[in-house]
């Protein structure tokens, strides 16, 4: 076969970091802080609701297609809750296979093969991959360390007559930055300035510790041009069940659901009867949430700092980024495939989420949604790196 055998969109994506790392640490034995994923399942009681739905056969043939009126009305719920957004569940939301496919639906629902897709690097790698099988071109603007603040200059920069949409990540994976509102405002003025489009992810919405989540839909003039992204996998601590959800506009829903109807059709039918019953959990649920994982964080910080780690403090997400070059080293990848083996510990390096390698070559990062025991082994035994 004289042709190449991966469509040229996909050359050159390999194995995902994620999956790469995974497997060195079920290798080596290592605890594995890379691939961003809870030891310790949710709530006993949202479990408990998807294995009874599964035995009362809710869900288990093909749900509608938008997703359960059941988990549809929940997230409408918790968009007025927590934003005060009103959302139509019957028009204005759509089920997803996770944040993931919703990403993936949203661009190949609103891209044209060459239209330009600005994106705050590091971005989560599938960013880069559904942008491209959409026959879209990135366009990245670069967070920089120690603060990862969005550069609006650059991003006003970037804009070209070709940009169709700003793809928007916060709180942000890897860095932990939040984005604040005069910074979301700043991105909106932009947006209508220059009729773009924007996709916000924001599968990590309870996951702040500093500052506060502000969707950017919720910004004046924001409502009709934005997509927003979320999943119930990080909020509730089942990233395996891939129940996510999209809201917007009805146009903006059913351009993504068109896309979405020949991707998966629908999945997890009685996983999104259980989701529905976490989304309607009281505010102490996801209070503690929050305070639980801010105090993971400063365990793993403290244990980073000891083995000699330059660490920056995420307001949100399970991610800690660091920077390795005041432990003498200079390149992150080699330190990440060499660690499990140095000292039994699995971390994610930060460049392949960068176009600009030099950007992130010397940054690691660290998952803290793990046990308190886990996390104080792997301080224990990066403790031998010095
Ligand atoms: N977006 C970001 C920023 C993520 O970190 C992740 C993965 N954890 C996802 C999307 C994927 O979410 P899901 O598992 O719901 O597909
Ligand atoms: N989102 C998770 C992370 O950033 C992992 C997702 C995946 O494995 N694809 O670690």
């Given amino acids: 076969m004289t042709r190449a055998l991966l469509n040229s969109a996909l050359a050159g994506m390999g194995t995902t ?59 409408a719920a918790h968009q007025k809750r927590f934003y005060a957004v009103d959302v139509d569940p019957d028009t204005e939301v759509l089920v997803t296979a996770g944040a993931t496919e919703a990403v993936a639906a949203a661009m190949l629902a609103l891209l044209e093969p060459g239209d330009e897709v600005i994106a705050l690097e590091p971005y989560y790698d599938s960013y880069a991959a559904c942008i491209a099988m959409a026959g879209a071109q990135r366009v990245p603007v670069t967070l920089r360390a120690p603060q990862f603040r969005p550069d609006i200059d650059a991003i006003r920069d970037a804009i070209t007559s070709r940009t169709r949409l700003i793809l928007l990540n916060t709180p942000h994976n890897p860095t932990g930055m939040v984005a604040t509102r005069a910074e979301l405002t700043a991105i909106a003025e932009l947006a209508i300035r220059h009729d773009l489009l924007v996709v916000t992810d924001e599968v990590y919405e309870h996951l702040v510790f500093a500052g506060e989540h502000i969707p950017i839909a919720t910004l004046p003039g924001m409502r009709e041009r934005t997509i927003t992204i979320s999943s119930g996998g990080k909020t509730f601590s089942f990233t395996g069940w891939k129940i996510g959800w999209v809201t917007g506009t009805p146009e903006l829903v059913t351009a993504v659901r068109t896309a979405k109807q020949f991707l998966t059709f629908v999945n997890g039918g009685p996983f999104q009867y259980a989701i529905a019953a976490g989304l309607a959990l009281p505010d102490a649920f ?101």
Wanted: hydrophobic content about 40%; proline content about 6%.
């Fill in 286 to 386: 996801y209070a503690s949430l929050a305070t639980d994982l801010r105090r993971k964080r400063d365990l793993l910080a403290t244990g980073l700092r000891a083995a000699g780690f330059e660490v920056f403090v995420p307001d949100g997400t399970y991610f800690i980024t660091t920077d390795i070059r005041a432990l003498g080293e200079s390149d992150g990848l080699e330190f990440c495939r060499s660690l499990p083996h140095r000292c039994g510990v699995v971390a994610v390096p930060n460049v392949v989420f960068y176009d600009d390698r030099a950007a992130g070559k010397t940054q690691v990062r660290f998952a803290f949604c793990k046990r308190d025991e886990v996390l104080a082994d792997a301080a224990e035994r990066l403790a031998r790196l010095r």
């Fill in 17 to 75: 970091i994620f999956a790469e790392m995974s497997a060195l640490a079920v290798e080596t034995g290592s605890v594995n802080l890379g691939q961003g994923f809870p030891d310790t399942d949710g709530p006993i009681e949202i479990a408990q609701t998807a294995a009874d739905a599964v035995l009362a056969g809710l869900g288990n043939q093909y749900p509608p297609g938008p997703g359960v009126p059941e988990l549809r009305s929940a997230i």
